[in-house]
């Protein structure tokens, strides 16, 4: 069944999956295996948030993390979407969340402020000229990509290095206006060179912004905001009121953001499901509630890490039953049983539990493997370890089913992200017990000096 008959009920045209790769990214075998799923579940394009994952070359080589996508990679990964009817939209971050950027000795010299890489200093014309470079790169590997989301949320500091300091003690000039003429430079850029590429921005630093200044700006003719909100009981009435607000200033369409996976903590290992599809179920009622002609579409995140220093969140294959649930939702409007029937169809799951971790059946979908045992891990491995009850035997049952875990993990991701994840949820408990048995070995065992003369 194409999408196209599939959105019948939805309010939402475009629903996108996003893939955040500044932490465990997915080995292209394992985007082959999930993106046929992605468009069985009713998603129709992808928000590609590479980060430190894409090939940059030249001068901005640097940038590159390890395990980086080669060209024919990102071409892969392009004709993979392709194939499976997925519109791929690339993001780049181009103000704040630049830590992957700017933690680098030779470009920490275009920080707002010295001791923090995450946000650029818009008064350089050498900022410019750098996103203006990783644009350039990226859209090369992205020919004809009708949106271009270029970041933009969470510009911390905004206003606190000497140039703004500056530049703020001059009449009629605010934070607001700083933040908006970044915001304008970077679009400007992106039109003058793509002049069909529309670009996306997050909207949480135009919120409180005032409605004239908004429309001073000449930002809303040039950008589509992205509206963001994870939480399960958002606020619906105050999204109505601020799509109003942007529609007021000039804004021609708006996107919606809820989450699937990431953003209910830090180092959250398993997915609360059931809050995702409430979060999803409220933005299904915000789009109800507020002009949805200006609704072009929803993105449905899935967090990977908080920012690029932080540590890993849920897996992308720990969150495939919470994106199941939340897009089929967003399809027929509501999570009804035969939704739920659906669901597990899809899953292959015999009887799916989205009020806590626990469901019946592992699963057939790609990856469903390694949910299971990041489940048994996330369950049982640091109270069995507490508990302590069989020493060694326990240590030998941990040990096979890390083993297990850990070759599953190593079809799916690169061995870093392995590596990390095991460190992060695994091998802190594991070293615990090994130290724990090897005391209680020494304590058992009789001292070889016991009876002699010392």
């Given at each position: 069944m194409k999408n196209s008959e599939m959105s019948g009920s939805s309010p939402f045209k475009m629903r996108?999956?996003?893939?955040?790769?500044?932490?465990?990214?997915?080995?292209?075998?394992?985007?082959?295996?999930?993106?046929?799923?992605?468009?069985?579940?009713?998603?129709?394009?992808?928000l590609l948030e590479y980060e430190d994952m894409f090939p940059y070359e030249g001068h901005l080589r640097?940038?590159?993390?390890?395990?980086?996508?080669?060209?024919?990679?990102?071409?892969?990964?392009?004709?993979?979407?392709?194939?499976n009817e997925l519109e791929v939209i690339p993001l780049v971050q181009t103000f704040g969340h630049m830590e992957f950027v700017l933690k680098h000795k030779a470009l920490a010299h275009l920080r707002e402020v010295a001791l923090f890489p995450n946000t650029?200093?818009?008064?350089?014309?050498?900022?410019?000229?750098?996103?203006?470079?990783?644009?350039?790169?990226?859209?090369?590997?992205?020919?004809?990509?009708?949106?271009?989301?270029?970041?933009?949320?969470?510009?911390?500091?905004?206003?606190?290095?000497?140039?703004?300091?500056?530049?703020?003690?001059?009449?009629?000039?605010?934070?607001?206006?700083?933040c908006l003429s970044h915001i304008k430079a970077v679009a400007c850029h992106v039109l003058a060179r793509h002049p069909t590429t529309r670009p996306l921005v997050w909207d949480d630093m135009l919120?409180?912004?005032?409605?004239?200044?908004?429309?001073?700006?000449?930002?809303?003719?040039?950008?589509e905001p992205v509206l963001w909100d994870y939480g399960a009981d958002l606020d619906i009435h105050g999204k109505a009121l601020l799509m109003e607000k942007y529609r007021k200033c000039g804004f021609l369409r708006l996107w919606a953001a809820s989450a699937f996976k990431g953003a209910t903590g830090a180092s959250q290992a398993l997915t609360p499901t059931e809050h995702h599809l409430r979060n999803n179920m409220q933005w299904l009622r915000v789009a109800a509630s507020g002009p949805s002609d200006m609704l072009q579409g929803i993105v449905l995140t899935g967090w990977q890490r908080y920012d690029h220093f932080s540590v890993l969140c849920e897996l992308l294959p720990v969150g495939i039953p919470s994106l199941a649930v939340c897009l089929q939702s967003l399809l027929h409007g509501g999570f009804a049983e035969d939704v739920k029937a659906k669901v597990e169809n899809f899953l292959g799951i015999s009887n799916l539990e989205i009020t806590d971790f626990i469901s019946e059946g592992a699963g057939t979908f790609p990856g469903s493997d390694i949910l299971a045992l990041v489940t048994h891990v996330g369950l049982h491995l640091r109270s069995s370890v507490d508990a302590l009850l069989e020493r060694d035997s326990l240590?030998?049952?941990?040990?096979?089913?890390?083993?297990?875990l850990e070759a599953a993990l190593h079809r799916v991701f690169y061995p870093d992200a392995v590596e990390e994840w095991l460190e992060e949820n695994v091998q802190p408990s594991l070293r615990r017990l090994q130290g724990l048995l090897q005391d209680l070995r020494e304590a058992a065992s009789p001292s070889p000096y016991v009876g002699q003369d010392p």
């Open positions: 996108l999956v996003h893939l955040d790769l500044k932490g465990a990214p997915p080995k292209v075998s394992y985007l082959s295996e999930v993106f046929p799923l992605f468009h069985a579940l009713g998603a129709n394009g992808l640097l940038l590159r993390a390890k395990h980086a996508y080669s060209p024919p990679e990102i071409k892969e990964i392009l004709r993979l979407a392709t194939l650029l200093n818009p008064h350089e014309a050498e900022s410019l000229a750098l996103v203006g470079a990783m644009i350039s790169q990226v859209m090369e590997l992205h020919p004809g990509a009708r949106w271009l989301h270029v970041g933009c949320d969470e510009v911390y500091y905004l206003g606190e290095g000497e140039a703004s300091r500056q530049w703020l003690q001059q009449e009629h000039n605010t934070k607001a206006r700083l919120r409180a912004i005032p409605e004239d200044q908004l429309s001073a700006s000449g930002v809303p003719q040039l950008v240590l030998a049952r941990w040990s096979t089913v890390v083993q297990e």
